[in-house]
């Protein structure tokens, strides 16, 4: 069964930085393109970047709303991909959900971001 | 960027009803070069993350009902659900994975008259 498990949400202050992990098990992590997307709070779906595989080159996408403040990395040996968020801001408030695959075949359960002073 | 766009934004429906949602994409998402329709339809249930129901347009997600169908290409797209179910009230999106950025519509609330 194929499980993603998020972690690292918090309450942030405006200008902070979080780290999101999400942890990946029941599938070949190494050959899985890894996303992000995020739900603003009453909000619709809204896709943040993706990781490719190591076979695909690693190559490394963003949301224009997030390029520059935002960096996704992966570590195949634990199964883990994580989105380090710089200079958070209040818009960025949101549920992170980690998403596999091209057309996004497996959600996590999400960990709530909120950037508030 | 590929803009999505679905209507209506919401729907009433009666049990056992016919139920369609149209998404439209700002540019085609049809790639000539293997006839495929980067398009992809999510149900999301209150509290719970999207489940993906339909992708490349018209293949149904392992273990999805075969009341829900999608169709369509190029720009035009539909996912049907050919007689509703009380479970069946949620939010549905309509997503393009094409190209990046990877866009999503606005969603459709599908609720029970």
């Known amino acids: 069964e194929v499980q993603l498990v998020e972690s690292g949400g918090g309450l942030v202050k405006p200008g902070g930085s979080l780290r999101l992990s999400c942890v990946g098990s029941?599938?070949?992590?190494?050959?899985?393109?890894m996303n992000w997307v995020r739900q603003g709070p009453g909000k619709g779906l809204e896709w943040v970047g993706r990781?490719?595989?190591?076979?695909?080159?690693?190559?490394?996408d963003y949301a224009a709303p997030v390029k520059g403040r935002f960096s996704i990395s992966r570590e195949d040996s634990k199964n883990t991909v994580y989105l380090q968020m710089n200079s958070l801001r209040a818009e960025d408030t949101a549920m992170y959900y980690c998403?596999?695959?091209?057309?996004?075949?497996?959600w996590g359960q999400g960990t709530l971001v909120t950037v508030s002073s | 960027d590929i803009v999505m766009t679905q209507s209506p934004d919401s729907l009433a429906m009666s049990l056992g009803e016919r139920a369609t949602i149209n998404c439209k994409s700002s540019q085609s998402v049809l790639y000539n070069s293997n006839n495929k329709n980067y398009l992809a339809w999510f149900q999301q249930k209150p509290g719970q993350p999207p489940k993906l129901l339909i992708y490349?347009?018209?293949t149904r997600e392992s273990g999805v009902p075969d009341r829900f169908s999608g169709s369509g290409s190029g720009t035009d797209f539909t996912l049907t659900i050919s007689s509703l179910q009380a479970e069946d009230v949620a939010v549905y999106y309509c997503q393009q994975y094409s190209t990046t950025p990877i866009t999503f519509g606005q969603g459709t609330r599908l609720e029970i008259k």
């Open positions: 029941g599938f070949t992590f190494s050959n899985a393109w």
């Open positions: 990781i490719k595989s190591k076979s695909n080159g690693e190559t490394i």
């Open positions: 490349w347009a018209s």
């Open positions: 998403v596999t695959g091209m057309y996004s075949d497996y």
